[in-house]
RNA sequence: UGGGGCGUCGUCAAGCGGUAAGACACAGGAUUUUGAUUCCUGCAUUCGGAGGUUCGAAUCCUCCCGCCCCAGCCA
Protein backbone atom coordinates (compact mmCIF):
# COMPACT_ATOMS: atom_id res chain seq x y z
CA UNK A 1 0.00 0.00 0.00
CA UNK A 2 1.54 3.10 -1.17
CA UNK A 3 -1.28 5.61 0.46
CA UNK A 4 -0.03 9.26 -0.52
CA UNK A 5 -0.31 11.63 2.31
CA UNK A 6 -2.35 14.36 1.35
CA UNK A 7 -1.86 17.88 3.18
CA UNK A 8 -5.50 18.99 3.04
CA UNK A 9 -6.24 18.14 6.35
CA UNK A 10 -6.36 20.23 9.31
CA UNK A 11 -6.08 17.09 12.07
CA UNK A 12 -2.66 16.22 10.97
CA UNK A 13 -1.10 19.48 10.97
CA UNK A 14 -3.06 19.36 14.59
CA UNK A 15 -1.16 16.36 15.60
CA UNK A 16 1.99 17.04 14.20
CA UNK A 17 2.01 20.53 16.19
CA UNK A 18 0.95 18.28 19.46
CA UNK A 19 4.56 15.98 18.58
CA UNK A 20 6.35 19.00 17.82
CA UNK A 21 5.66 20.46 21.40
CA UNK A 22 5.81 16.96 22.92
CA UNK A 23 2.25 16.15 24.26
CA UNK A 24 1.13 12.98 25.35
CA UNK A 25 4.26 11.60 25.58
CA UNK A 26 4.90 11.38 21.81
CA UNK A 27 2.24 8.96 21.76
CA UNK A 28 -0.60 8.83 19.37
CA UNK A 29 -4.11 7.11 19.88
CA UNK A 30 -7.16 7.43 17.69
CA UNK A 31 -10.29 5.49 18.10
CA UNK A 32 -12.77 4.35 15.51
CA UNK A 33 -16.12 4.28 17.95
CA UNK A 34 -19.71 3.07 15.67
CA UNK A 35 -22.69 2.03 17.54
CA UNK A 36 -23.44 -1.54 15.64
CA UNK A 37 -26.91 -0.31 15.12
CA UNK A 38 -26.31 -0.59 11.48
CA UNK A 39 -24.37 -1.63 8.22
CA UNK A 40 -20.95 0.68 7.75
CA UNK A 41 -21.42 2.56 4.16
CA UNK A 42 -18.33 4.48 2.42
CA UNK A 43 -19.64 7.53 4.75
CA UNK A 44 -17.88 6.00 7.35
CA UNK A 45 -14.74 5.46 5.27
CA UNK A 46 -13.89 8.26 5.61
CA UNK A 47 -14.37 8.04 9.89
CA UNK A 48 -12.10 5.09 9.46
CA UNK A 49 -9.62 5.90 6.72
CA UNK A 50 -8.76 9.20 9.04
CA UNK A 51 -8.54 7.43 12.46
CA UNK A 52 -7.11 4.66 11.21
CA UNK A 53 -4.73 6.35 8.88
CA UNK A 54 -3.33 8.99 11.35
CA UNK A 55 -2.57 5.90 13.70
CA UNK A 56 -0.57 3.90 10.53
CA UNK A 57 1.10 7.66 9.36
CA UNK A 58 2.50 8.47 12.83
CA UNK A 59 3.05 5.28 14.11
CA UNK A 60 0.25 5.34 16.57
CA UNK A 61 -2.77 2.67 17.47
CA UNK A 62 -6.43 3.02 16.55
CA UNK A 63 -8.91 1.01 18.70
CA UNK A 64 -12.11 -0.27 17.25
CA UNK A 65 -14.41 0.21 19.79
CA UNK A 66 -18.01 -0.37 19.73
CA UNK A 67 -20.26 2.28 21.46
CA UNK A 68 -22.89 -0.04 22.39
CA UNK A 69 -24.32 1.93 25.01
CA UNK A 70 -28.14 1.55 23.44
CA UNK A 71 -29.40 -2.01 23.78
CA UNK A 72 -32.65 -0.86 22.41
CA UNK A 73 -31.22 -0.40 18.54
CA UNK A 74 -28.05 -2.51 18.89
CA UNK A 75 -27.54 -6.59 17.55
CA UNK A 76 -24.74 -8.51 17.72
CA UNK A 77 -24.92 -8.73 13.26
CA UNK A 78 -24.07 -5.43 13.27
CA UNK A 79 -21.16 -6.08 15.17
CA UNK A 80 -19.90 -8.68 12.92
CA UNK A 81 -20.30 -6.99 10.12
CA UNK A 82 -18.74 -3.95 11.41
CA UNK A 83 -15.94 -5.97 11.83
CA UNK A 84 -15.84 -7.38 8.78
CA UNK A 85 -16.00 -4.38 6.77
CA UNK A 86 -13.00 -2.61 9.10
CA UNK A 87 -11.09 -5.49 8.22
CA UNK A 88 -11.84 -5.64 4.50
CA UNK A 89 -10.70 -1.98 3.79
CA UNK A 90 -7.44 -3.18 5.23
CA UNK A 91 -6.91 -1.42 8.75
CA UNK A 92 -5.68 -3.44 11.60
CA UNK A 93 -6.22 -2.32 15.51
CA UNK A 94 -4.06 -5.49 17.18
CA UNK A 95 -5.34 -8.22 19.49
CA UNK A 96 -8.67 -6.52 21.16
CA UNK A 97 -11.47 -5.03 19.95
CA UNK A 98 -12.85 -2.39 22.74
CA UNK A 99 -16.47 -2.14 23.73
CA UNK A 100 -17.94 0.72 25.75
CA UNK A 101 -20.05 -2.06 27.87
CA UNK A 102 -16.36 -3.18 28.67
CA UNK A 103 -16.34 -0.36 30.69
CA UNK A 104 -20.09 -0.25 32.64
CA UNK A 105 -18.73 -1.19 35.41
CA UNK A 106 -16.09 1.70 35.71
CA UNK A 107 -18.12 3.85 34.24
CA UNK A 108 -20.97 3.48 36.77
CA UNK A 109 -17.99 3.88 39.49
CA UNK A 110 -17.53 7.28 37.89
CA UNK A 111 -20.62 8.00 37.92
CA UNK A 112 -20.98 7.75 41.70
CA UNK A 113 -18.04 9.56 42.21
CA UNK A 114 -19.59 12.15 40.26
CA UNK A 115 -22.68 12.12 43.08
CA UNK A 116 -20.25 12.44 45.61
CA UNK A 117 -18.75 15.47 44.46
CA UNK A 118 -22.27 17.18 44.54
CA UNK A 119 -21.76 16.87 40.61
CA UNK A 120 -24.84 14.84 39.81
CA UNK A 121 -28.29 13.81 41.00
CA UNK A 122 -31.05 11.65 40.63
CA UNK A 123 -34.23 13.25 39.18
CA UNK A 124 -37.22 12.39 38.85
CA UNK A 125 -38.47 14.77 36.34
CA UNK A 126 -40.14 12.43 33.57
CA UNK A 127 -39.24 13.18 30.28
CA UNK A 128 -42.29 15.89 29.52
CA UNK A 129 -41.00 17.86 32.44
CA UNK A 130 -37.77 17.35 31.63
CA UNK A 131 -38.06 19.04 28.16
CA UNK A 132 -40.33 21.99 29.66
CA UNK A 133 -37.55 22.54 32.64
CA UNK A 134 -34.82 22.47 29.68
CA UNK A 135 -35.99 25.70 28.23
CA UNK A 136 -35.27 26.62 24.78
CA UNK A 137 -32.90 27.55 22.45
CA UNK A 138 -33.49 31.44 23.93
CA UNK A 139 -34.74 31.24 27.35
CA UNK A 140 -32.50 29.33 30.33
CA UNK A 141 -34.30 26.41 31.58
CA UNK A 142 -35.32 26.53 35.40
CA UNK A 143 -33.62 24.29 37.51
CA UNK A 144 -35.08 20.73 38.86
CA UNK A 145 -36.82 20.43 42.19
CA UNK A 146 -34.77 17.47 42.68
CA UNK A 147 -31.12 19.61 41.91
CA UNK A 148 -30.50 19.94 45.17
CA UNK A 149 -30.99 16.39 46.17
CA UNK A 150 -28.43 15.47 49.39
CA UNK A 151 -25.70 13.63 47.90
CA UNK A 152 -26.35 10.45 50.17
CA UNK A 153 -30.18 10.71 48.97
CA UNK A 154 -28.76 10.75 45.49
CA UNK A 155 -26.46 8.25 46.15
CA UNK A 156 -29.10 5.84 47.71
CA UNK A 157 -31.39 6.40 44.39
CA UNK A 158 -28.78 5.50 42.14
CA UNK A 159 -27.49 2.34 43.84
CA UNK A 160 -31.42 1.15 43.87
CA UNK A 161 -31.76 2.34 40.31
CA UNK A 162 -29.03 -0.37 39.05
CA UNK A 163 -30.91 -2.67 41.55
CA UNK A 164 -33.52 -2.78 39.65
CA UNK A 165 -36.00 -1.29 41.93
CA UNK A 166 -37.37 1.07 40.01
CA UNK A 167 -39.28 1.17 36.46
CA UNK A 168 -38.15 2.70 33.25
CA UNK A 169 -38.67 6.59 33.15
CA UNK A 170 -38.97 7.13 37.45
CA UNK A 171 -35.40 7.87 37.78
CA UNK A 172 -32.71 9.38 35.89
CA UNK A 173 -29.10 10.40 37.19
CA UNK A 174 -27.81 14.01 35.71
CA UNK A 175 -24.75 15.94 35.61
CA UNK A 176 -24.62 19.14 37.88
CA UNK A 177 -24.01 21.46 35.47
CA UNK A 178 -26.11 25.04 34.24
CA UNK A 179 -29.67 25.21 33.80
CA UNK A 180 -28.94 28.71 32.17
CA UNK A 181 -26.21 27.90 30.05
CA UNK A 182 -26.54 29.02 26.64
CA UNK A 183 -25.53 25.40 25.56
CA UNK A 184 -28.07 23.56 25.60
CA UNK A 185 -25.67 20.01 26.67
CA UNK A 186 -24.78 21.61 29.59
CA UNK A 187 -27.99 22.16 30.64
CA UNK A 188 -27.86 19.57 33.45
CA UNK A 189 -27.65 16.48 30.69
CA UNK A 190 -28.79 13.10 31.63
CA UNK A 191 -25.97 10.43 31.84
CA UNK A 192 -27.56 7.53 33.08
CA UNK A 193 -31.19 6.20 32.34
CA UNK A 194 -33.17 2.96 33.26
CA UNK A 195 -33.55 0.52 30.67
CA UNK A 196 -34.90 -2.99 31.32
CA UNK A 197 -33.24 -4.81 28.38
CA UNK A 198 -30.99 -7.36 27.68
CA UNK A 199 -27.45 -6.02 26.03
CA UNK A 200 -26.37 -7.83 22.99
CA UNK A 201 -23.27 -8.23 25.12
CA UNK A 202 -23.61 -8.15 29.12
CA UNK A 203 -26.59 -9.53 28.84
CA UNK A 204 -28.92 -8.77 31.86
CA UNK A 205 -26.37 -7.79 33.97
CA UNK A 206 -27.42 -4.15 34.05
CA UNK A 207 -30.79 -2.37 33.98
CA UNK A 208 -29.10 1.07 33.65
CA UNK A 209 -27.80 2.54 30.91
CA UNK A 210 -24.47 5.18 30.46
CA UNK A 211 -25.74 7.98 27.85
CA UNK A 212 -23.19 8.78 24.97
CA UNK A 213 -21.44 12.25 26.57
CA UNK A 214 -20.87 9.90 29.43
CA UNK A 215 -19.51 7.24 28.11
CA UNK A 216 -17.32 8.24 25.23
CA UNK A 217 -15.06 10.91 27.03
CA UNK A 218 -14.91 8.21 29.81
CA UNK A 219 -13.76 5.65 27.21
CA UNK A 220 -11.47 7.75 25.13
CA UNK A 221 -9.84 8.38 28.56
CA UNK A 222 -9.74 4.53 29.98
CA UNK A 223 -8.34 3.82 26.83
CA UNK A 224 -5.60 6.51 26.59
CA UNK A 225 -6.72 7.79 23.53
CA UNK A 226 -5.26 11.41 22.49
CA UNK A 227 -7.19 12.82 19.82
CA UNK A 228 -10.59 11.45 19.39
CA UNK A 229 -11.84 12.75 15.71
CA UNK A 230 -16.17 13.07 15.41
CA UNK A 231 -18.37 14.63 13.50
CA UNK A 232 -19.18 18.44 13.35
CA UNK A 233 -22.73 17.47 15.52
CA UNK A 234 -20.63 16.75 17.93
CA UNK A 235 -18.64 20.28 18.21
CA UNK A 236 -21.44 21.34 20.55
CA UNK A 237 -20.66 18.03 23.02
CA UNK A 238 -17.08 19.31 23.73
CA UNK A 239 -17.75 21.70 26.61
CA UNK A 240 -19.58 18.69 27.98
CA UNK A 241 -17.00 16.27 27.32
CA UNK A 242 -14.72 18.31 28.68
CA UNK A 243 -16.47 19.11 31.95
CA UNK A 244 -16.52 15.56 32.23
CA UNK A 245 -13.04 14.38 32.08
CA UNK A 246 -12.30 17.39 34.47
CA UNK A 247 -14.51 16.33 37.17
CA UNK A 248 -14.26 12.82 37.07
CA UNK A 249 -10.66 10.80 38.13
CA UNK A 250 -9.21 9.28 34.73
CA UNK A 251 -6.09 8.82 34.02
CA UNK A 252 -6.08 11.58 30.92
CA UNK A 253 -7.36 14.48 28.81
CA UNK A 254 -7.71 13.40 25.67
CA UNK A 255 -8.62 16.14 23.24
CA UNK A 256 -11.83 15.95 20.62
CA UNK A 257 -11.82 17.37 17.16
CA UNK A 258 -14.63 17.62 14.69
CA UNK A 259 -14.46 16.96 11.07
CA UNK A 260 -16.99 17.21 8.25
CA UNK A 261 -18.94 13.95 7.65
CA UNK A 262 -18.18 13.12 4.04
CA UNK A 263 -21.62 13.53 1.73
CA UNK A 264 -21.85 12.16 -2.37
CA UNK A 265 -24.33 13.48 -4.46
CA UNK A 266 -26.63 10.85 -5.68
CA UNK A 267 -26.21 8.19 -3.16
CA UNK A 268 -28.63 7.44 -0.28
CA UNK A 269 -26.68 7.78 2.70
CA UNK A 270 -28.96 8.14 5.70
CA UNK A 271 -29.38 4.80 7.78
CA UNK A 272 -32.91 5.33 8.11
CA UNK A 273 -33.29 5.14 4.46
CA UNK A 274 -30.71 2.43 4.18
CA UNK A 275 -32.78 0.40 7.04
CA UNK A 276 -36.35 0.65 5.04
CA UNK A 277 -34.66 -0.10 1.80
CA UNK A 278 -33.61 -3.81 3.10
CA UNK A 279 -36.36 -4.07 5.44
CA UNK A 280 -38.98 -3.66 2.85
CA UNK A 281 -36.99 -5.67 0.74
CA UNK A 282 -36.50 -3.16 -2.24
CA UNK A 283 -32.76 -4.33 -2.01
CA UNK A 284 -31.61 -8.32 -1.36
CA UNK A 285 -29.78 -7.08 1.52
CA UNK A 286 -27.46 -4.74 3.46
CA UNK A 287 -24.66 -6.05 1.40
CA UNK A 288 -27.12 -5.69 -2.06
CA UNK A 289 -24.58 -4.64 -5.24
CA UNK A 290 -26.65 -1.13 -5.56
CA UNK A 291 -26.18 0.10 -1.98
CA UNK A 292 -23.31 2.32 -0.89
CA UNK A 293 -22.50 0.11 2.71
CA UNK A 294 -19.06 -1.31 2.28
CA UNK A 295 -20.43 -4.33 2.28
CA UNK A 296 -22.61 -3.51 -1.18
CA UNK A 297 -19.23 -2.09 -3.01
CA UNK A 298 -17.34 -4.77 -1.63
CA UNK A 299 -19.58 -7.45 -3.75
CA UNK A 300 -19.74 -4.72 -6.67
CA UNK A 301 -16.15 -5.02 -7.11
CA UNK A 302 -14.65 -1.95 -5.36
CA UNK A 303 -10.88 -2.48 -4.24
CA UNK A 304 -10.61 -1.55 -0.55
CA UNK A 305 -7.33 0.61 -2.09
CA UNK A 306 -9.53 2.57 -4.36
CA UNK A 307 -11.32 3.76 -0.92
CA UNK A 308 -8.53 4.50 0.62
CA UNK A 309 -7.47 6.49 -1.84
CA UNK A 310 -10.59 8.20 -2.07
CA UNK A 311 -11.04 9.30 1.60
CA UNK A 312 -7.10 10.65 0.81
CA UNK A 313 -8.31 12.75 -2.07
CA UNK A 314 -11.71 14.39 -0.45
CA UNK A 315 -9.63 15.98 2.55
CA UNK A 316 -10.54 16.41 5.82
CA UNK A 317 -12.00 19.85 6.86
CA UNK A 318 -15.23 21.36 8.51
CA UNK A 319 -16.89 22.66 5.42
CA UNK A 320 -20.53 21.00 4.66
CA UNK A 321 -19.45 19.12 0.97
CA UNK A 322 -21.19 16.73 -1.58
CA UNK A 323 -18.83 15.15 -3.45
CA UNK A 324 -19.82 14.17 -6.91
CA UNK A 325 -19.70 10.23 -6.91
CA UNK A 326 -17.62 10.62 -9.78
CA UNK A 327 -14.91 11.19 -8.12
CA UNK A 328 -15.47 7.95 -6.51
CA UNK A 329 -16.06 6.14 -9.48
CA UNK A 330 -12.68 7.42 -10.89
CA UNK A 331 -10.82 6.26 -7.84
CA UNK A 332 -12.14 3.03 -8.64
CA UNK A 333 -11.66 3.16 -12.18
CA UNK A 334 -7.84 4.29 -11.67
CA UNK A 335 -6.90 0.97 -9.37
CA UNK A 336 -9.17 -1.54 -11.32
CA UNK A 337 -7.37 -0.08 -14.59
CA UNK A 338 -4.00 -1.31 -13.03
CA UNK A 339 -5.52 -4.47 -11.49
CA UNK A 340 -8.04 -6.02 -13.53
CA UNK A 341 -7.24 -8.41 -15.72
CA UNK A 342 -9.00 -8.17 -19.39
CA UNK A 343 -11.81 -10.27 -21.20
CA UNK A 344 -13.73 -10.59 -23.58
CA UNK A 345 -17.45 -11.02 -23.41
CA UNK A 346 -20.55 -9.82 -25.67
CA UNK A 347 -23.37 -8.59 -23.77
CA UNK A 348 -25.77 -8.32 -26.76
CA UNK A 349 -24.48 -10.93 -29.42
CA UNK A 350 -24.92 -10.71 -33.12
CA UNK A 351 -24.34 -13.33 -34.72
CA UNK A 352 -21.84 -13.37 -37.57
CA UNK A 353 -20.28 -16.47 -39.88
CA UNK A 354 -17.06 -16.30 -41.47
CA UNK A 355 -17.42 -17.81 -45.02
CA UNK A 356 -14.23 -18.45 -46.07
CA UNK A 357 -13.20 -19.74 -42.77
CA UNK A 358 -13.99 -24.12 -43.29
CA UNK A 359 -16.18 -25.51 -40.64
CA UNK A 360 -15.43 -27.68 -37.67
CA UNK A 361 -11.77 -25.89 -37.54
CA UNK A 362 -10.61 -23.98 -34.95
CA UNK A 363 -7.65 -21.88 -34.10
CA UNK A 364 -5.91 -21.02 -30.97
CA UNK A 365 -4.73 -16.67 -30.60
CA UNK A 366 -2.79 -15.29 -28.00
CA UNK A 367 -4.92 -12.59 -25.86
CA UNK A 368 -2.80 -10.62 -23.36
CA UNK A 369 -4.34 -10.06 -20.05
CA UNK A 370 -3.21 -6.45 -19.91
CA UNK A 371 -2.45 -5.37 -22.72
CA UNK A 372 0.22 -1.89 -20.77
CA UNK A 373 1.48 -5.51 -18.49
CA UNK A 374 3.47 -8.54 -19.97
CA UNK A 375 3.71 -9.71 -16.40
CA UNK A 376 0.52 -10.56 -16.25
CA UNK A 377 0.52 -12.96 -18.75
CA UNK A 378 -1.58 -14.02 -21.52
CA UNK A 379 -4.26 -16.59 -22.52
CA UNK A 380 -5.26 -18.82 -25.26
CA UNK A 381 -9.01 -17.42 -26.96
CA UNK A 382 -10.59 -19.88 -29.79
CA UNK A 383 -11.51 -18.94 -32.94
CA UNK A 384 -13.85 -20.58 -35.48
CA UNK A 385 -16.50 -20.51 -37.98
CA UNK A 386 -18.93 -19.18 -36.01
CA UNK A 387 -18.68 -15.97 -33.71
CA UNK A 388 -20.44 -13.34 -32.02
CA UNK A 389 -19.90 -9.54 -32.17
CA UNK A 390 -21.71 -6.96 -30.08
CA UNK A 391 -24.66 -6.01 -31.76
CA UNK A 392 -23.76 -1.99 -31.05
CA UNK A 393 -20.63 -2.84 -33.13
CA UNK A 394 -22.70 -3.59 -36.50
CA UNK A 395 -24.30 0.09 -38.48
CA UNK A 396 -26.47 -0.25 -41.32
CA UNK A 397 -25.50 3.28 -43.79
CA UNK A 398 -22.97 4.24 -41.03
CA UNK A 399 -21.55 7.59 -40.77
CA UNK A 400 -17.97 8.32 -41.40
CA UNK A 401 -17.25 8.78 -38.21
CA UNK A 402 -17.89 5.35 -37.05
CA UNK A 403 -15.10 3.03 -36.99
CA UNK A 404 -16.61 0.06 -36.78
CA UNK A 405 -18.32 -3.08 -38.65
CA UNK A 406 -20.82 -1.93 -41.71
CA UNK A 407 -21.71 -3.38 -45.22
CA UNK A 408 -18.50 -3.69 -47.00
CA UNK A 409 -16.32 -2.62 -44.48
CA UNK A 410 -12.99 -3.86 -42.86
CA UNK A 411 -12.10 -4.27 -39.07
CA UNK A 412 -10.10 -6.06 -36.88
CA UNK A 413 -11.16 -8.79 -34.33
CA UNK A 414 -9.05 -8.53 -31.39
CA UNK A 415 -6.13 -10.66 -31.04
CA UNK A 416 -7.62 -12.54 -33.93
CA UNK A 417 -8.18 -11.41 -38.24
CA UNK A 418 -9.36 -8.52 -40.31
CA UNK A 419 -13.06 -9.26 -41.44
CA UNK A 420 -14.81 -7.72 -43.82
CA UNK A 421 -18.58 -7.34 -43.87
CA UNK A 422 -20.08 -8.83 -47.32
CA UNK A 423 -23.44 -9.84 -46.82
CA UNK A 424 -26.45 -8.67 -43.99
CA UNK A 425 -29.30 -11.70 -43.05
CA UNK A 426 -32.35 -9.91 -41.51
CA UNK A 427 -35.39 -11.36 -39.86
CA UNK A 428 -38.82 -10.71 -41.69
CA UNK A 429 -38.64 -8.03 -39.09
CA UNK A 430 -36.20 -6.29 -40.81
CA UNK A 431 -33.64 -6.81 -37.90
CA UNK A 432 -30.43 -7.44 -38.52
CA UNK A 433 -29.40 -11.07 -37.23
CA UNK A 434 -26.66 -12.36 -39.01
CA UNK A 435 -23.55 -10.71 -40.74
CA UNK A 436 -21.68 -12.89 -43.68
CA UNK A 437 -18.06 -11.85 -43.63
CA UNK A 438 -14.91 -12.89 -44.87
CA UNK A 439 -11.60 -12.90 -42.92
CA UNK A 440 -8.07 -12.28 -44.52
CA UNK A 441 -5.35 -15.29 -43.38
CA UNK A 442 -2.73 -13.27 -43.45
CA UNK A 443 -4.01 -10.93 -41.02
CA UNK A 444 -3.89 -13.79 -38.01
CA UNK A 445 -3.04 -12.03 -34.53
CA UNK A 446 -4.29 -8.92 -35.84
CA UNK A 447 -1.85 -6.75 -37.73
CA UNK A 448 -1.78 -6.94 -41.90
CA UNK A 449 1.62 -7.63 -43.16
CA UNK A 450 0.82 -5.43 -45.96
CA UNK A 451 0.53 -2.62 -43.23
CA UNK A 452 -3.14 -2.04 -44.34
CA UNK A 453 -4.46 0.07 -41.57
CA UNK A 454 -8.21 -0.44 -39.85
CA UNK A 455 -9.57 1.98 -37.70
CA UNK A 456 -11.72 -0.32 -35.82
CA UNK A 457 -10.98 -3.23 -33.39
CA UNK A 458 -13.86 -5.23 -31.92
CA UNK A 459 -13.98 -7.99 -28.81
CA UNK A 460 -15.87 -10.50 -30.13
CA UNK A 461 -16.63 -14.67 -28.96
CA UNK A 462 -16.43 -17.53 -30.71
CA UNK A 463 -19.50 -20.04 -30.47
CA UNK A 464 -17.98 -23.22 -30.19
CA UNK A 465 -16.99 -23.13 -26.54
CA UNK A 466 -17.83 -20.09 -24.94
CA UNK A 467 -19.28 -19.71 -21.80
CA UNK A 468 -22.32 -18.14 -20.85
CA UNK A 469 -22.97 -16.16 -17.76
CA UNK A 470 -25.80 -14.01 -16.23
CA UNK A 471 -24.49 -10.15 -15.57
CA UNK A 472 -26.03 -8.04 -13.31
CA UNK A 473 -26.02 -4.67 -14.53
CA UNK A 474 -27.81 -2.98 -12.35
CA UNK A 475 -26.48 0.17 -11.15
CA UNK A 476 -26.14 1.92 -8.42
CA UNK A 477 -28.98 2.87 -6.26
CA UNK A 478 -29.36 6.77 -7.43
CA UNK A 479 -31.71 9.26 -5.31
CA UNK A 480 -31.84 12.61 -6.42
CA UNK A 481 -29.27 14.95 -6.18
CA UNK A 482 -30.71 16.66 -3.01
CA UNK A 483 -30.10 13.73 -0.11
CA UNK A 484 -33.40 14.84 1.72
CA UNK A 485 -35.45 13.26 -1.30
CA UNK A 486 -37.04 10.60 -0.25
CA UNK A 487 -37.09 6.86 -0.93
CA UNK A 488 -39.57 6.95 -3.60
CA UNK A 489 -37.59 9.05 -5.61
CA UNK A 490 -35.11 6.22 -6.25
CA UNK A 491 -34.69 4.97 -9.63
CA UNK A 492 -33.44 1.47 -9.90
CA UNK A 493 -31.26 0.50 -12.95
CA UNK A 494 -31.73 -2.63 -13.06
CA UNK A 495 -31.29 -5.42 -15.63
CA UNK A 496 -31.10 -8.58 -13.81
CA UNK A 497 -31.38 -11.25 -16.79
CA UNK A 498 -29.09 -10.37 -19.15
CA UNK A 499 -27.14 -13.09 -20.78
CA UNK A 500 -23.37 -12.69 -21.46
CA UNK A 501 -21.33 -14.80 -23.87
CA UNK A 502 -17.84 -14.79 -22.37
CA UNK A 503 -14.74 -15.84 -24.24
CA UNK A 504 -13.54 -19.39 -24.12
CA UNK A 505 -11.26 -19.77 -21.35
CA UNK A 506 -10.23 -23.63 -22.84
CA UNK A 507 -6.91 -23.41 -22.32
CA UNK A 508 -6.03 -21.23 -19.22
CA UNK A 509 -9.13 -21.63 -17.61
CA UNK A 510 -9.01 -18.50 -16.42
CA UNK A 511 -12.63 -17.93 -16.23
CA UNK A 512 -14.07 -20.64 -15.55
CA UNK A 513 -12.15 -20.45 -12.44
CA UNK A 514 -13.09 -16.86 -12.24
CA UNK A 515 -13.12 -16.04 -8.36
CA UNK A 516 -16.12 -14.72 -6.65
CA UNK A 517 -15.25 -11.01 -5.91
CA UNK A 518 -12.19 -10.99 -8.95
CA UNK A 519 -13.26 -7.60 -10.73
CA UNK A 520 -12.48 -8.24 -14.76
CA UNK A 521 -12.35 -5.73 -17.48
CA UNK A 522 -15.02 -6.46 -20.23
CA UNK A 523 -13.14 -5.05 -23.36
CA UNK A 524 -14.53 -1.70 -23.85
CA UNK A 525 -17.71 -2.71 -21.94
CA UNK A 526 -16.64 -1.64 -18.29
CA UNK A 527 -15.33 -3.38 -15.38
CA UNK A 528 -17.32 -5.99 -13.52
CA UNK A 529 -17.27 -8.37 -10.74
CA UNK A 530 -17.62 -11.64 -10.15
CA UNK A 531 -20.54 -12.20 -7.56
CA UNK A 532 -18.89 -13.82 -4.52
CA UNK A 533 -22.50 -14.50 -3.67
CA UNK A 534 -23.70 -16.07 -6.55
CA UNK A 535 -20.59 -17.40 -8.97
CA UNK A 536 -19.40 -20.62 -9.11
CA UNK A 537 -17.26 -22.23 -11.84
CA UNK A 538 -20.82 -23.84 -13.03
CA UNK A 539 -22.36 -20.33 -13.16
CA UNK A 540 -20.74 -17.37 -13.67
CA UNK A 541 -22.60 -13.73 -12.42
CA UNK A 542 -21.57 -10.50 -12.56
CA UNK A 543 -22.05 -7.66 -11.43
CA UNK A 544 -20.71 -4.31 -12.83
CA UNK A 545 -19.01 -2.43 -10.79
CA UNK A 546 -17.84 0.77 -13.34
CA UNK A 547 -18.43 1.55 -16.69
CA UNK A 548 -15.24 3.17 -19.02
CA UNK A 549 -15.10 6.34 -19.84
CA UNK A 550 -16.91 6.43 -23.52
CA UNK A 551 -16.23 9.04 -26.04
CA UNK A 552 -18.06 7.35 -29.29
CA UNK A 553 -21.02 8.03 -26.66
CA UNK A 554 -19.86 11.65 -27.02
CA UNK A 555 -19.60 11.81 -30.88
CA UNK A 556 -22.98 10.38 -31.13
CA UNK A 557 -24.32 13.23 -29.11
CA UNK A 558 -22.62 15.73 -31.29
CA UNK A 559 -24.53 14.45 -34.27
C1' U B 1 -34.12 36.43 17.72
C1' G B 2 -29.43 32.18 22.40
C1' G B 3 -25.08 29.25 21.51
C1' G B 4 -21.61 26.64 18.31
C1' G B 5 -19.49 26.16 13.34
C1' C B 6 -18.61 27.19 8.06
C1' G B 7 -18.06 30.30 3.38
C1' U B 8 -11.28 29.94 -2.15
C1' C B 9 -13.08 27.32 -9.93
C1' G B 10 -19.06 23.08 -11.59
C1' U B 11 -17.28 19.53 -7.16
C1' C B 12 -13.56 18.60 -3.39
C1' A B 13 -9.21 21.31 -1.71
C1' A B 14 -4.04 23.86 -0.73
C1' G B 15 -2.88 28.63 1.01
C1' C B 16 -1.93 31.24 7.44
C1' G B 17 0.72 39.26 5.09
C1' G B 18 4.47 38.93 -0.46
C1' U B 19 0.99 38.94 -5.21
C1' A B 20 -4.38 31.98 -6.24
C1' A B 21 -1.12 24.43 -5.69
C1' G B 22 -3.40 19.90 -6.93
C1' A B 23 -7.47 16.32 -8.01
C1' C B 24 -12.23 15.23 -10.34
C1' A B 25 -15.33 17.36 -14.08
C1' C B 26 -15.15 20.01 -18.63
C1' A B 27 -12.85 21.58 -23.59
C1' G B 28 -9.14 20.85 -27.34
C1' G B 29 -4.93 17.83 -29.42
C1' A B 30 -1.29 13.41 -29.93
C1' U B 31 -0.39 8.10 -29.61
C1' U B 32 -3.26 3.44 -29.40
C1' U B 33 -5.01 -4.14 -31.41
C1' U B 34 -11.32 -1.80 -28.87
C1' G B 35 -13.77 5.77 -29.33
C1' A B 36 -10.40 2.49 -23.13
C1' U B 37 -5.58 3.37 -21.26
C1' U B 38 -1.45 6.77 -21.70
C1' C B 39 0.28 11.63 -22.96
C1' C B 40 0.24 16.92 -23.77
C1' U B 41 -2.72 21.82 -23.64
C1' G B 42 -6.49 25.08 -21.74
C1' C B 43 -9.70 26.04 -17.54
C1' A B 44 -10.45 31.61 -10.51
C1' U B 45 -6.66 39.17 -12.44
C1' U B 46 -9.67 36.51 -8.04
C1' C B 47 -10.90 34.13 -2.76
C1' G B 48 -19.50 35.37 0.20
C1' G B 49 -20.08 41.17 0.17
C1' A B 50 -18.64 46.22 1.65
C1' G B 51 -15.31 49.25 4.07
C1' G B 52 -10.51 49.81 6.70
C1' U B 53 -5.02 48.81 8.16
C1' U B 54 -0.57 48.02 4.99
C1' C B 55 4.37 49.43 0.06
C1' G B 56 1.54 44.88 -0.37
C1' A B 57 -4.50 41.22 2.06
C1' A B 58 -7.75 35.06 0.35
C1' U B 59 -4.66 35.74 4.61
C1' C B 60 -5.18 41.30 9.89
C1' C B 61 -9.57 44.68 11.72
C1' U B 62 -14.91 46.32 11.33
C1' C B 63 -19.70 45.74 9.66
C1' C B 64 -23.00 43.01 6.62
C1' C B 65 -24.89 38.55 3.85
C1' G B 66 -25.56 33.30 3.29
C1' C B 67 -25.42 28.11 4.85
C1' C B 68 -25.12 24.07 8.67
C1' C B 69 -25.73 22.08 13.83
C1' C B 70 -28.12 22.12 19.00
C1' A B 71 -34.22 22.08 22.87
C1' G B 72 -33.76 12.33 22.58
C1' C B 73 -34.29 9.11 29.12
C1' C B 74 -30.29 8.29 20.45
C1' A B 75 -25.24 8.12 19.02
Not at 256 to 271: G, I, W
Not at 300 to 324: H, M, Q, S, T, W
Not at 410 to 419: C, D, G, M, Q, T
Request: glycine content about 6%.
Amino acid sequence: MEEEITKSNFIKTIITEDLENGKNDGKVITRFPPEPNGYLHIGHAKSICLNFGIAREFKGRCNLRFDDTNPEKEDQKYIDAIIEDVKWLGFEWGETIHYASDYFENLYHFAEELIEKGKAYVCSLNAEQMRAYRGTLTEPGKESPDRNRPVEESLDLFRRMKAGEFDEGTYVLRAKIDMASPNINLRDPIIYRIKKMAHPRTGDAWCIYPMYDFTHGISDALEGVTHSLCTLEFQDHRPLYDWLLDEVSVPCHPRQYEFARMNLNFTVMSKRKLQKLVEQDYVEGWDDPRLPTLAGIRRRGYPPAAIRNFCNLIGVGKKENRIDVGLLENCVREELNETAPRVMAVINPLKVTIENWEDGITDELDALNHPQKPEMGKRKVLFSKHIYIEKEDFMENAPKKFFRLSEGREVRLRYAYFITCKEVIKDETGEVVELICSYDPATRGGNAPDGRKVKGTLHWVSEEGSIPAKINLYDRLFQDEDPEADTEHFTENLNPDSLVVLENGKVEKSLENAEPSMVYQFERLGYFCADSKESSPANLVFNRTVTLRDTWAKVKKKR
